[in-house]
C-alpha cells in the first residue's frame, strides 16, 4: 500500500507568544497546503518539534490536523520513541485519531541492536493496523538501518515505506535494488530527485512548509517523465534548500516562515534563535528566489 505520492510536508508546529500550540494558525497552515497542492501532511516529526511537545499536545495536533483535513489529503502522524511500549501507545492514541498513516523514528539515544530494533518496529506494527513508514536518520540517531534489517522489517505487512534521511544515495541505492516492495522517500530535500531516480515515491519535505507548489510540481514532473523540468526545480532551489538547513531544523524554517509573515512562532528551547549572520544569509536567498510572502 502507497500512503502517498509526491510531496508530504514535513509541518511545523505553529506556537503563538506564549509558546503554546497555535491552533488557528495550524489551521490556516493545513489549508494553505491544501490549497497548495501539498499531497499529505506529516504532523508532529521533527521539522514538528514533537521532542519537545507533551504526548497531550501531540495528540491534540494530530486529532486537530485529522479533523481539519477530512479526508482531503493523507495525515500522517510521527509517534516514533526511544521507549518502545511509549512509542505503542503513542501509535495506538494517533490510530484512534484516524491517522492515515504513521512516522516511526529509529530508536535514538538507546540505539539498540539489530534484535531490538527489529522487535521494537514489530512490537510497533503488530499494535496498529494503520501503515507505518520506517524513519532512518542517521544523524539524529546515530543509528544507521542496515539493508538486511529493512528487508526483514519490510515483511510484516503494515510496514510499507521508509523515509531515507541518511544522505548518502548509494546506500539509499542499494535498499532500492534490494528492498524493492517498500516505498521510499526522500527525507533530504536536496536529494528528492536523485531519490526519485531509483524509484521513489516522494519527499517528505522541510521546504514544502513554504515551497509547497513547488516541491510538489518538482516530483510529478519527475513522475510523469519530464525529468528536465525535475531537474532543474531541483538544482534551481538546492541553494535555498540547503540555506533551510544552516542550523539545526526547524530553526532556519520557522525563522524563514516568520520573515515571510507566516507568524509561526518562535522554536522551543533547546533550539534558539538563529545568528544574525545565518539570518541575512536566509533572508537574501528568499528574496532571491521570490518566495511568496503569507497570504
Not at 495506538?92 to 485519531?97: I, P, R, T
Not at 512490537?123 to 501503515?131: G, L, T
Request: glycine share 8%.
Amino acid at each position: 500500500m502507497t500512503l502517498f505520492t509526491g510531496s508530504g510536508v514535513a509541518l511545523i508546529t505553529p506556537f503563538n507568544e506564549n509558546n503554546e500550540v497555535n491552533f488557528e494558525k495550524l489551521r490556516e497552515l493545513l489549508e494553505f497546503h491544501i490549497a497548495n497542492r501539498t499531497d499529505a501532511i506529516i504532523v508532529t516529526g521533527t521539522t514538528g518539534e514533537s521532542s519537545t511537545m507533551t504526548d497531550e499536545e501531540k495528540l491534540a495536533v494530530i486529532k486537530f490536523s485529522v479533523d481539519v483535513v477530512a479526508g482531503r489529503i493523507p495525515v500522517i502522524a510521527g509517534t516514533g520513541s526511544n521507549n518502545t511500549k511509549h512509542a505503542i501507545w503513542l501509535s495506538q492514541e494517533a490510530e484512534k485519531l484516524g491517522a492515515d498513516g504513521l512516522l516511526v523514528v529509529t530508536p535514538y539515544y538507546n540505539k539498540g541492536n539489530e534484535s531490538g530494533i527489529y522487535n521494537h518496529y514489530k512490537a510497533i506494527a503488530e499494535s496498529v493496523k494503520i501503515p507505518i513508514i520506517l524513519y532512518n536518520v542517521p544523524g539524529r540517531t546515530g543509528v544507521n538501518l542496515s539493508i538486511g534489517l529493512i528487508k526483514v522489517l519490510a515483511q510484516i505487512d503494515n510496514i510499507v515505506a521508509l523515509k531515507e534521511a541518511s544522505g548518502n544515495i548509494s546506500y539509499a541505492s542499494e535498499i532500492a535494488r534490494e528492498v524493492p516492495e517498500i516505498d521510499l522517500y526522500s527525507g533530504n530535500d536536496d536529494m528528492t530527485v536523485p531519490l526519485l531516480s531509483i524509484g521513489g515515491k516522494g519527499v517528505i519535505s522541510v521546504s514544502a512548509n513554504i515551497l509547497p507548489e513547488i516541491v510538489h510540481n518538482m516530483v510529478m514532473a519527475f513522475l510523469n517523465r519530464d525529468i528536465d523540468k525535475a531537474r532543474k526545480l531541483q538544482l534551481k532551489y538546492n541553494d535555498l534548500v540547503n540555506t533551510l538547513f544552516i542550523e539545526v531544523n526547524p530553526v532556519p524554517i520557522k525563522e524563514a516562515m516568520n520573515f515571510l509573515g507566516y507568524n509561526v512562532g518562535e522554536c522551543r528551547l533547546p533550539l534558539g534563535p538563529m545568528s544574525e549572520k545565518n539570518k541575512e544569509v536566509l533572508y537574501e536567498l528568499l528574496k532571491k528566489h521570490e518566495v511568496s510572502t503569507w497570504k
